[in-house]
Nanobody, 124 residues
Framework: QVQFVESGGGLQQPGGSLRLSCVASDRISNIYVMSWYRQAPGNRRELVAHITSGGSTYYSDSVKGRFTISGDIAKNSVYLQMSSLKPEDTAVYYC??????????????????WGQGIQGTVAS
């Protein structure tokens, strides 16, 4: 069972920054995409950003221009630099790593791994 070491969450004031880290405890092969999701109380889990093995990135409209995802597929590590934080960024943040089948939406045989989640709170 793959475990992830997640760090960097906590409490930050509006306008401040947080940097989330997620590193797999064991080597995972065939990872194609690494992502960050978040879930606020009462809301569905939503995709925040992802990065592929080719370096392509995606950001949700709500974080575009404020958050930056980076990572190393070979080292199974992914990071999320969050700047210009807003109270609505408050959520539990989950890292996620998946293979190409997962990325393309093929359910059969897809491999995906989730972190346990880390709290990020933005408040005065």
């Amino acid at each position: 069972q793959v475990q992830f070491v997640e760090s960097g969450g906590g409490l930050q004031q509006p306008g401040g920054s947080l940097r989330l880290s997620c590193v797999a405890s064991d080597r995972i092969s065939n990872i194609y995409v690494m992502s960050w999701y978040r879930q606020a109380p009462g809301n569905r889990r939503e995709l925040v950003a992802h990065i592929t093995s080719g370096g392509s990135t995606y950001y949700s409209d709500s974080v575009k221009g404020r958050f930056t995802i980076s990572g190393d597929i070979a080292k199974n590590s992914v990071y999320l630099q969050m700047s210009s934080l807003k109270p609505e960024d408050t959520a539990v943040y989950y890292c996620n790593m998946g293979d190409v089948a997962y990325y393309t939406g093929r359910q059969a045989g897809a491999e995906v791994y989730w972190g346990q989640g880390i709290q990020g709170t933005v408040a005065s």
